[in-house]
């Protein structure tokens, strides 16, 4: 079965400073994908970055990369110069190619102190 | 651009009352899903489909309905409510093999 592990309910990080969020999974799938979603205080959903299993290289999407390796079946997330608007939750979440459905890990909070 | 547009965005019920959370998305997605939101559990799955007229239970089923008339609507009905329902409730869809689309969610209060 799939599963998510975030061992960081909460995480500071100074403003202008990079931090980096933990990912682990769990999957028997040779063919997945791993997505990071940020939630603010108002609520949404917001899609930041995926990766897929095949990826020869990390993703990255602006300030977003994600640092993935494949052997420890990790996919962490890497904020850089952190900004006050970064202030969230952040979920891992995985689907596997053959499955239909994604599965969440619990969230980090990640706070940026000014 | 709607995207996935939920209704309501609050709502208040009375134990053993029930309701209906309203889904629609317009980018022609065959796949819908609801997941419900507790704090420290991440997003659970209650059901989803992948095509009108097809749904499926997810990891956290009970107490929940579902149907999918058509491509655009996927409505979660919430036959009895309990306090246990309590929570925030998000409903989904993705392109095949893509990101899921959130709706902007539905805070719900079961006294």
């Known amino acids: 079965a799939q599963k998510i592990t975030q061992t960081q309910p909460g995480m500071f990080v100074q403003e202008k400073e990079a931090v980096t969020l933990d990912c682990t999974y769990d999957t028997s799938d040779p063919s997945y994908g791993l997505f990071w979603y940020k939630q603010p205080s108002s609520g949404e959903m917001i899609f930041l970055i995926y990766?897929?299993?095949?990826?020869?290289q990390n993703a990255t999407e602006g300030r977003y990369s994600l640092n993935f390796q494949k052997a420890r079946k990790s996919a962490n997330l890497v904020i850089s110069a952190s900004q006050l608007g970064d202030s969230a939750m952040y979920f891992c979440?995985?689907?596997?190619?053959?499955?239909?459905?994604?599965?969440f890990g619990p969230g980090t909070r990640l706070s940026v102190l000014p | 651009n709607a995207g996935v547009t939920q209704t309501p965005k609050f709502q208040v019920l009375k134990t053993g009352q029930s309701m209906t959370l309203q889904c629609a998305q317009d980018m022609n997605h065959e796949y819908m899903s609801w997941y419900r939101q507790d704090p420290g559990m991440g997003l659970r799955l209650i059901h989803y489909s992948v095509g009108a007229g097809i749904t499926d239970q997810g990891e956290v089923p009970n107490g929940y309905n579902v149907s999918r008339s058509t491509t655009e609507d996927f409505p979660l009905r919430l036959l009895s409510a309990a306090p246990s329902q309590t929570s925030v409730y998000f409903c989904?869809?993705?392109?095949?093999?893509?990101?899921?689309?959130f709706g902007e969610g539905s805070r719900l209060t079961v006294l």
């Open positions: 989904a869809s993705r392109p095949p093999l893509g990101e899921l689309f």
């Open positions: 979440a995985m689907r596997e190619n053959y499955g239909q459905n994604f599965v």
């Open positions: 990766q897929g299993s095949y990826d020869q």
